[in-house]
């Protein structure tokens, strides 16, 4: 059913990928899904600023072909399904998707579609940039020292969403399982979750991770983990990534110990720094010493918990977008959620969603479009041309979301 209402483009092509590299042709057919909440609302906002970046930078040499999907709350109440299978034989096919914010209900009920397409595209690493920008408000005092990429694996650990009810037949035989043959007491009322990480994907975020960073002029890579009390999952998180480190990028990297004992405590030119801290640590260090942390490494919940702590100091985390990439997909969303009591009333603040859609750019190799859009971010903050959840602490009158959308396009206007 709605495989026939999915309109492909005649002129359009799929984005191939070739060795984790990307292939975009001029006119690529690109997936959007408008999400829940305000979702539809910023979407929109993307696309517009989007499409007027790339008539900017390439006049009729490229265009972007978009393709809407269903999913989330459309989807329910179209055909009763929150993640259609046409939907996913979509993402299946071409493979790149710019999403809205999506409902995941608390407790029980459907899982996450957005951890479910994350599977399903083996999208294993989600990275979201962190980059203060002056005028908005922090609540630390050094904000500008704030330029920090989170790397979080994405498809192991505990959002493989593997748990069972404490009621369940499931959870009883595990108990069973447990006393019987691990000799390891359990109470009868306890719910059971698995925490799985696995070598080889720690390795693969590790490498990308690293290639980024030697593509990107990044100086220091810290592996965060709470291997202390998790040894064979987050502690062996560490001990893998070091290994692949040391193993597969020797000639780029040091470690902190050799910085130490082989040279004074300076890191030699033209390497990278490699270091772990543990997670808890972590929460205070990018507090109180910002400026030490360039690319943070973690597994899959530490990385969730990291990211939304570091864009605290930058002083909005709706300000932060998200890519979701593996060897041969990405989706691109906004860090933030749907934020229900906003949905309609054109007051959201698009600009994660329009920072995930400049990555998305990035990672297309469409450069010149996405540096476009980050300095029309720049210069509206600058202007204190923002929406109401800004303007509060600028004391000026806040633009509609429609309103701030169309500044953007006005503003890059007058950058070229």
Do not use: C
């Not at 984005?15 to 829940?36: H, M, S, V």
């Not at 985390?317 to 934020?339: K, P, R, S, Y």
Request: cysteine-free; glycine content about 8%.
């Amino acid at each position: 059913m709605l495989r026939e209402m999915y309109k492909i483009p005649e002129d359009g092509e799929k984005i191939q990928f070739k060795d984790g590299k990307w292939i975009t042709p001029n006119k690529p057919i690109i997936l959007y899904i408008e999400g829940d909440g305000i979702g539809p609302e910023i979407v929109k906002s993307t696309i517009d600023v989007i499409n007027k970046a790339v008539e900017l930078k390439y006049k009729d040499n490229r265009e972007i072909k978009w393709v809407e999907v269903l999913a989330g709350n459309k989807a329910a109440q179209l055909v009763g399904d929150r993640f259609p299978k046409d939907t996913q034989d979509m993402l299946k096919e071409y493979r790149v998707v710019l999403k809205g914010p999506m409902e995941t209900p608390i407790g029980k009920g459907w899982k996450s579609v957005n951890v479910a397409i994350r599977i399903m595209l083996d999208l294993y690493a989600n990275i979201r940039p962190v980059k203060y920008i002056e005028g908005l408000e922090s609540p630390i005092k050094n904000p500008e020292r704030v330029n920090m990429i989170i790397f979080r694996e994405n498809t192991d650990d505990l959002y493989r969403g593997i748990e069972y009810p404490y009621n369940s037949p499931e959870a009883e035989k595990i108990r069973k399982f447990i006393r019987e043959e691990l000799k390891v007491d359990v109470e009868d009322d306890t719910g059971i979750g698995f925490k799985i990480i696995s070598k080889f994907k720690t390795q693969r975020i590790t490498r990308m991770a690293i290639k980024y960073a030697l593509q990107n002029s990044r100086k220091r890579i810290t592996i965060m983990h709470k291997g202390n009390v998790m040894k064979y999952t987050e502690g062996a998180f560490r001990e893998w990534a070091y290994e692949t480190a040391i193993n597969e990028f020797r000639d780029f990297i040091v470690t902190e110990e050799e910085v130490t004992t082989k040279y004074g405590g300076k890191i030699p030119d033209g390497k990278i720094l490699i270091n772990d801290r543990i997670a808890d640590n972590m929460f205070q260090q990018i507090i109180t010493r910002p400026e030490d942390y360039d690319i943070i490494l973690a597994p899959n919940v530490n990385g969730d918990y990291i990211s939304d702590a570091a864009g605290a100091l930058i002083g909005n985390i709706g300000m932060l977008g998200g890519a979701n990439v593996g060897d041969n997909a990405g989706m691109f969303e906004a860090v933030h959620g749907t934020a229900p009591k906003y949905a309609g009333k054109n007051v959201a603040n698009p600009t994660g969603m329009i920072r995930g859609g400049e990555l998305m750019l990035r990672f297309m190799g469409w450069i010149e479009a996405a540096d476009l859009i980050d300095k029309a971010i720049v210069e509206a903050i600058k202007q204190k041309k923002v929406t109401q959840d800004l303007a509060r602490y600028m004391n000026v009158k806040p633009l509609s979301t429609t309103e701030y959308t169309q500044e953007l396009l006005n503003i890059m206007e007058t950058l070229v």
